[in-house]
């Protein structure tokens, strides 16, 4: 399978609840609930709001941050692939993510490297 990789550069192909979600695995979305539940301090998550098709499409299904995602958001609005593809790569709002997740800027500086090439 090829990676789905979201515009602040999470490789949704890897994420817990993608997998369970794509694998229709109740267990698995269960075990994701209780861990974004502790994790995250969301004590109301529920399965639902953990099941997700990816980022990237606008149809299907979406864990609840995805809505409330300005990256998101805003890769949807450029019609970009991520936010390595955007002329504003750096911008305001990845910086600020990137303070909780650096390892995701370097797989978004890799990807805008080769986007160059």
Known sequence: MDKIIAYCGLVCSDCEAYIATQANDQAALDRVVAQWRDEYHVPDITVEGV????????????CGHCYECEIRACGIQRGVVNCAYCDDYGCERLERFWTVAPNLRALLDDIRAGSRA
């Open 51 to 62: 099941m997700c098709d990816g980022c990237l499409g606008v149809a299907g299904r979406h």
